[in-house]
């Protein structure tokens, strides 16, 4: 890291952080901050301008400085009306290591009111696995993997690791 990036890293942390509803005119920049958050897998422009709009009150948008830095897609299951399935988590590169993961996923917690939380996450991706383990411990909830939801070569015609399920829970408010 450059001392030019260092300390616009410095700065951008000392800004008001805010965590909001998205709205469609999120869609973009949703779209450029996935594609710069590898490994996570891009979608279309369009799916991004879904999960801003259609979307919206099972996501949260991190601002900062009027910069998006920050998403979490998700939605609640039609067959699971008490869990919040996440689909995506994104965090600039600027803003990581600083627990903005886990205050997005509060917000969707607190907002939703779900008392559980599902996601999938592959094996070996180590920094989604703690911040949802470290979440879980927040809220004093468990984190489990429940194994293999969909299969590398079943489901992913070999292009993709397989993604085991997670799931977090029970959560209470908080007061």
Same mark, same amino acid.
């Given at each position: 890291?450059?001392?030019?990036?260092?300390?616009?890293?410095?700065?951008?942390?000392?800004?008001? +952080?805010?965590?909001?509803?998205?709205?469609?005119?999120?869609?973009?920049?949703?779209?450029?901050?996935?594609?710069?958050?590898?490994? +996570?897998?891009?979608?279309? +422009?369009?799916?991004? +301008?879904?999960?801003?709009?259609?979307?919206?009150?099972?996501?949260?948008?991190?601002?900062?400085?009027?910069?998006?830095?920050?998403?979490?897609?998700?939605?609640?299951?039609?067959?699971?009306?008490?869990?919040?399935?996440?689909?995506?988590?994104?965090?600039?590169?600027?803003?990581?290591?600083?627990?903005?993961?886990?205050?997005?996923?509060?917000?969707?917690?607190?907002?939703?009111?779900?008392?559980?939380?599902?996601?999938?996450?592959?094996?070996?991706?180590?920094?989604?696995?703690?911040?949802?383990?470290?979440?879980?411990?927040?809220?004093?909830?468990?984190?489990?993997?429940?194994?293999?939801?969909?299969?590398?070569?079943?489901?992913?015609?070999?292009?993709?690791?397989?993604?085991?399920?997670?799931?977090?829970?029970?959560?209470?408010?908080?007061?």
């Amino acid at each position: 890291m450059t001392a030019t990036n260092s300390q616009a890293s410095t700065e951008k942390s000392a800004e008001a +952080l805010s965590l909001r509803t998205p709205l469609p005119r999120d869609g973009a920049a949703l779209h450029r901050l996935v594609e710069n958050c590898p490994p +996570l897998d891009p979608n279309s +422009l369009y799916c991004n +301008l879904l999960q801003c709009s259609h979307f919206a009150d099972t996501a949260v948008a991190a601002e900062c400085n009027g910069e998006l830095v920050g998403f979490i897609s998700g939605f609640i299951p039609p067959n699971k009306p008490d869990t919040l399935f996440v689909w995506q988590v994104a965090v600039d590169a600027s803003m990581r290591g600083r627990g903005l993961g886990g205050k997005m996923l509060n917000e969707l917690i607190e907002r939703s009111g779900a008392h559980y939380m599902e996601t999938t996450v592959t094996p070996d991706n180590a920094a989604s696995w703690g911040m949802f383990r470290s979440f879980a411990r927040s809220r004093d909830a468990e984190c489990k993997d429940c194994g293999p939801l969909f299969e590398r070569d079943e489901h992913f015609d070999g292009k993709h690791d397989s993604e085991h399920l997670a799931r977090l829970g029970p959560f209470r408010k908080s007061e």
